[in-house]
């Protein structure tokens, strides 16, 4: 019986037997360390009625563990060169399938229809290419697809980011879109050495818990995406004052900003980054009614 992929043993026997380069244009560090495999695993809570899809399979290191546990599997993979080595290397097991395409191109929705019809719940579970993270987690957020939860490895400053709280210095436009869609937790931080070849940055895993309803009640998600960028636009300014040289027309609307401050009870010589979601999605629903974007 052959050793698990992800072991160091296995992954050189398996890199060299098809003569495999990384690519790392294409964020390719992949996981030897079975150990943190199973608590990812453990911390997506999956079961033998859970339907994964999983981001860049590599060389089916964590697709493995994965299929061990779930009903199913399916993993998109960009690079060509992996589907003979997958095919391989999976080949025992027959709940995985593997689809050779670009994530961000790709339409998850009809994947998850067609593949998780029989499946209790749909999770995502990935080591994810660090070059793309927020796009890729934001795709999956903002499509609103059935999903449970997003349990993946990134970036720690990303993970930092995501989970951080008002007035810290990570919180960002980034923090509150990902915490209005999910309930957000850093559970492990990752050393390099579970890599090969190891990533130049430190790594942490985040759980993502899909809401049922967003965090806020937001009249207008665009519009309120658009102020909370426009706050965060120089750090260094007032809310007022990003919310005036950053808002279309933001100069012309002087008085209305000041008055739907006033209205949602907020003082415009705070700092963007020190309002909580609750706060922007009460800001958000005065100004745009003021803004006659209703
Ligand atoms: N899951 C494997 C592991 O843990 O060892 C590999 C993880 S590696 C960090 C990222 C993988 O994502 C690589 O296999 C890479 O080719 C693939 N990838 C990169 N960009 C992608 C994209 N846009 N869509 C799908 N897969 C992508």
């Given at each position: 019986m052959n050793k698990d992929i992800a072991t160091p043993v296995r992954t050189k026997e398996i890199l060299k037997k098809y003569g495999f380069f990384f690519k790392k244009s294409l964020g390719q560090n992949f996981l030897i360390d079975t150990n943190i495999?199973?608590?990812?695993?453990?911390?997506a809570e999956i079961t033998d009625e859970t339907g994964?899809?999983?981001?860049?399979?590599?060389?089916?290191?964590?697709?493995?563990?994965?299929a061990k546990r779930a009903k199913k599997v399916t993993a998109f993979e960009i690079d060509q060169r992996l589907l003979p080595i997958l095919n391989d290397t999976l080949s025992p097991y027959d709940n995985v399938t593997i689809i050779h395409q670009d994530v961000l191109k790709a339409d998850v929705r009809k994947v998850i229809e067609e593949n998780f019809a029989d499946c209790k719940e749909v999770m995502v579970v990935a080591n994810l290419p660090y070059y793309v993270t927020t796009p890729i987690i934001m795709k999956l957020l903002e499509e609103n697809l059935p999903l449970k939860g997003?349990?993946?490895?990134?970036?720690?400053?990303?993970?930092?980011?995501?989970?951080?709280?008002?007035?810290?210095?990570?919180?960002?436009?980034?923090?509150?879109?990902v915490q209005f869609y999910?309930?957000?937790?850093?559970?492990?931080?990752v050393p390099k050495t579970v890599f090969v070849p190891q990533p130049n940055v430190d790594s942490a895993v985040i759980k993502l818990t899909v809401r049922e309803t967003p965090?806020?009640?937001?009249?207008?998600?665009?519009?309120?995406?658009?102020?909370?960028?426009?706050?965060?636009?120089?750090?260094?300014?007032?809310?007022?004052?990003?919310?005036?040289?950053?808002?279309?027309?933001?100069?012309?609307?002087?008085?209305?900003?000041?008055?739907?401050?006033?209205?949602?009870?907020?003082?415009?010589?705070?700092?963007?980054?020190?309002l909580s979601i609750e706060e922007f999605a009460r800001l958000s629903n005065v100004l745009q009614k003021s803004l006659h974007l209703v």
């Open positions: 495999l199973d608590r990812i695993v453990d911390h994964v899809i999983e981001i860049g399979p590599g060389i089916g290191a964590l697709t493995e563990q994965l997003i349990v993946v490895m990134l970036q720690k400053e990303v993970a930092d980011r995501m989970a951080a709280v008002p007035s810290s210095k990570e919180y960002n436009s980034l923090s509150i879109a999910t309930e957000t937790k850093t559970v492990m931080v965090a806020v009640s937001v009249e207008n998600d665009a519009f309120f995406f658009q102020l909370i960028r426009a706050s965060f636009g120089q750090r260094r300014k007032t809310l007022m004052n990003n919310l005036m040289n950053n808002l279309p027309d933001g100069k012309k609307h002087k008085s209305l900003i000041e008055e739907a401050l006033e209205t949602a009870d907020i003082d415009g010589k705070r700092r963007g980054e020190s």
